[in-house]
């Protein structure tokens, strides 16, 4: 005998369809922007547009580990949270990586780059925010989505912030301070993703 009435399924059903095709719609965002903002980095020199889309591939991650986990039992949902914020721990580590690199190199990035790239992210990750800000409350999966938009769009105040002081300064060193910023975001964002993974799993 089933564990629900069929108008419960029926809304568990509804709800993880709903929750699937929001999830679709901010991978293929963050994907198709972390390939835009990696090519403007790379072209633009500029540290802050590489650690952000290194943020959006993160994130990319975090959305189809989420599409993985729904519908799962309980424990495949906190593994596959964990599994993301272990992904972000080494990407934020990359980032920091690159930081130092571009301490030892004198760079000037492109600022005018970085500013259109900067607005372009932060406005796909207002929209990924907006979508995911019903589910903030849900499960660890869904909240980590929902962080992950909100301190993403951080992120983009912080690209346009270095590409002005950039421009203002003639220096490099704006754009290397940033991206050291956005990386320590993301490894603040991951160890919080993965402390609460791990309470959950000694809870299981």
């Known amino acids: 005998m089933s564990d629900c009435g069929d108008s419960c399924c029926g809304d568990v059903s509804k709800a ?10 901010v991978l293929a965002i963050n994907a198709f922007m972390f390939v835009a903002e990696f090519s403007a980095g790379l072209y633009s020199h500029s540290t802050a547009l590489l650690a952000d889309s290194l943020d959006m591939l993160a994130d990319a991650l975090v959305y189809a580990l989420g599409l993985y986990a729904l519908g799962k039992a309980a424990v495949m949902r906190t593994r596959a949270a964990l599994t993301s914020g272990l992904f972000q721990l080494a990407l934020g580590a990359g980032i920091s990586v690159e930081v130092i690199r571009k301490l030892l190199i004198d760079i000037v990035p492109d600022a005018q780059t970085m500013s259109l790239f900067g607005v372009l992210a932060l406005v ?4 990924c925010f907006v ?15 929902w962080i992950c938009s909100r301190n993403d769009m ?25 991206g050291l910023l956005i990386a ?8 919080g993703v993965i402390a609460q993974a791990r309470s959950e799993l000694r809870s299981a």
């Open 184 to 191: 320590s975001l993301v490894l603040k964002s991951a160890w």
């Open 124 to 127: 796909a990750n207002t929209i």
């Open 131 to 145: 979508l995911l800000t019903r589910y903030r409350d849900g499960d660890i999966n869904m909240r980590a989505t």
């Open 16 to 25: 993880n369809a709903q929750e699937k095709r929001v999830l679709v719609i």
């Open 154 to 178: 951080i992120a983009n105040l912080g690209v346009l912030l270095a590409a002005w002081l950039v421009a203002r300064t003639g220096s490099g060193l704006p754009d290397i301070f940033i």
